[in-house]
């Protein structure tokens, strides 16, 4: 049997010892770099990348501490995963690309914003935003983390344990399959320890600093607060607007791919017509 062949290339770059791991899905168009959220991989954007690979230049991410990309890197701040996206954007010769994130991804991404106004075109966070403090945060993720019943036995059951249907496939998808069954690929404490500084502060000043336009895509049942985002959206924003996908929950972008991507190509366009 032949090997199945990627749609995409497999990129690293390397930044202070730590390798980053990218799918590359190649085109010529706008640069459009995908981060995941915290325990997460770069294989969650498939659909939307190979969609969009047409059209625009289309690169994931494996963050530090996921995926393919290191393991076990020393330093999992808010600075480290924001330096790499630099990095990554460098080398892969990524100009002014729109930074797209879910989650811890979005966050990540608004700060390469806050910190970099002219590398960043444009800017959408899924289901992310600047947050509250809340130091109860790396606890409970430590113990949801910790009652996965690894090994699974087969991806289906993984699936099935994580949710089921098309969340519970995504994240069955990030799994590494070894002799004795099938194991995340991601270290627990890394990943308690990526959201030390979100448990302790706010980041409504590095918000405050986003110059770009930018989307805000969010679940129905989101775990942004309505609080949160009508304050994103207050005073002098008008080039960010947000919207609500019906039917959907924190990893929208695993439910319903395809609504997601019809927003993102018109955020796209939007920024075609700004030019």
């Known amino acids: 049997m032949r090997p199945v062949r990627n749609p995409w290339s497999e990129r690293t770059v390397v930044r202070d010892g730590v390798r980053l791991v990218c799918r590359d899905w190649g085109g010529s168009?706008?640069?459009v770099l995908l981060l995941h959220g915290?325990?997460?991989h770069a294989g969650e954007w498939d659909v939307p990348a190979q969609r969009l690979s047409p059209r625009y230049r289309v690169?994931?991410?494996d963050q530090r501490?996921?995926?393919?990309?290191?393991?076990?890197p020393r330093d999992v701040s808010r600075a480290a995963y924001v330096a790499d996206?630099?990095?990554?954007?460098?080398h892969l010769a990524l100009r002014r690309p729109v930074l797209v994130g879910q989650s811890l991804g979005g966050h990540t991404a608004m700060f390469v914003a806050a910190a970099h106004p002219g590398l960043v075109r444009g800017l959408v966070l899924v289901e992310a935003g600047p947050g509250d403090p809340n130091p109860d945060t790396p606890a409970d993720i430590g113990t949801w983390l910790s009652s996965w019943p690894t090994?699974?036995?087969?991806?289906?059951a993984a699936a099935a344990f994580l949710g089921g249907g098309p969340v519970g496939a995504g994240w069955a998808a990030g799994l590494e399959e070894r002799e004795d069954g099938f194991w995340p690929r991601f270290d627990r404490d890394v990943m308690v320890r990526s959201l030390a500084e979100n448990a302790q502060r706010s980041f409504w000043s590095e918000w405050e600093q986003v110059a770009c336009p930018t989307l805000v895509v969010l679940g129905q049942s989101s775990f942004v607060p309505a609080r949160e985002v009508d304050d994103m959206l207050r005073g002098q924003r008008p080039m960010t607007t947000a919207m609500s996908i019906p039917g959907t929950r924190h990893d929208l972008h695993l439910e319903k791919p395809g609504v997601l991507l019809t927003a993102l190509v018109g955020f796209l366009d939007g920024l075609d017509g700004l030019e």
């Open 85 to 90: 996206v630099v990095v990554v954007a460098d």
């Open 151 to 156: 090994p699974f036995p087969s991806r289906e």
């Open 65 to 72: 501490g996921h995926g393919a990309s290191e393991r076990h």
């Open 29 to 31: 168009g706008r640069p």
């Open 38 to 40: 915290l325990a997460g």
């Open 59 to 61: 690169v994931a991410v």
